[in-house]
């Protein structure tokens, strides 16, 4: 029975021991052993491995991951304080390394990358006004602002992909701003066209009266002529009527002279009825 007994324990034992000898590494991952705190051997990609049942097995995804950091407050050079929210992306590179610098934290990695992003970050968004930020998906950090941060991800053993701002919006206080500032120039806008409208209309008055007045004179101008070539007419065939007969121009003046003098209701005139005046009222012949 003892020997039995012994037989499965040994069997146990030779069974567990393989179990902790033997693993898999997935695709996508990466795994690094480590004995008694230190690092043995070097990186196992994809497939199956043996080891030591006494190393201790870390495991650890060597695809794109990234990170969302929202609520992240910074100052553009305009003073406007501004709400952003970005996100880093990146993949581990250097197993080996990343262990020794962050003790194969992801935690602890993202976070360090986090922290220098928000530094190049807070440096950039200082130097660009808010309009240059919104128009920029990574809110005008430079070429190399960005290469400095994949620097700052190499020494943890990582390649950094991309930084992106996904959102950049202002506070309660500069949005309340911002909008009684673009109030005020919307009102400044209509007085601004109120007033060229005011100017606009006194110069089409202004035209027109000028125009009314040249149109009134030219009038004038052409009736006063040809009232002057029809009183010239008239004259010209009354001195011909005149000449022709003189008599009849006796008459027709004195009958001219009896309606100025006697054609309106009221008037009195006092004269001697011998007189020329009276000449063609005795007889039609002016005797």
Not at 173 to 196: F, I, P, Y
Request: aromatic share 8%; hydrophobic share 40%; glycine share 6%.
């Amino acid at each position: 029975m003892a020997p039995r007994i012994i037989i499965v324990v040994v069997v146990g034992l030779l069974l567990t021991l393989l179990w902790r000898s033997v693993y898999v590494v997935d695709e996508g991952e990466v795994a690094l052993r480590t004995r008694l705190g230190a690092v043995a051997g070097s990186a196992d990609g994809a497939g199956l491995h043996f080891k030591s049942p006494f190393d201790e097995l870390h495991v650890f995804d060597r695809r794109t991951l990234s990170r969302d950091y929202t609520g992240e407050q910074f100052f553009t050079s305009d003073q406007k304080v501004i709400n952003v929210d970005f996100y880093v992306e990146w993949r581990l590179v250097d197993a080996l390394h990343f262990y020794q610098t962050t003790n194969g934290d992801e935690d602890r990695a993202a976070q360090s990358l986090a922290d220098a992003v928000r530094e190049r970050l807070k440096s950039a968004l200082a130097r660009q006004t808010l309009q240059n930020v919104s128009a920029q998906p990574r809110g005008t950090l430079t070429e190399a602002g960005f290469e400095q941060l994949q620097q700052a991800a190499e020494s943890y053993g990582l390649d950094l992909i991309d930084v992106q701002l996904q959102n950049i919006g202002l506070t309660d206080d500069v949005t309340a701003a911002v909008s009684q500032r673009m109030q005020q120039g919307l009102l400044s806008q209509a007085a601004q066209l109120r007033a060229e409208g005011a100017a606009d209309a006194e110069k089409i008055r202004s035209d027109a009266e000028r125009k009314r007045a040249d149109v009134l004179a030219n009038a004038t101008r052409q009736a006063q002529h040809l009232r002057g070539e029809a009183d010239e007419q008239a004259a010209s065939l009354l001195a011909k009527a005149y000449g022709r007969n003189a008599d009849f121009a006796a008459f027709y003046r004195s009958m001219q002279a009896y309606k100025d003098t006697l054609g309106r209701e009221g008037d009195i005139l006092v004269i001697t009825p011998e007189g020329e005046f009276f000449k063609y009222l005795h007889n039609a012949n002016g005797r």
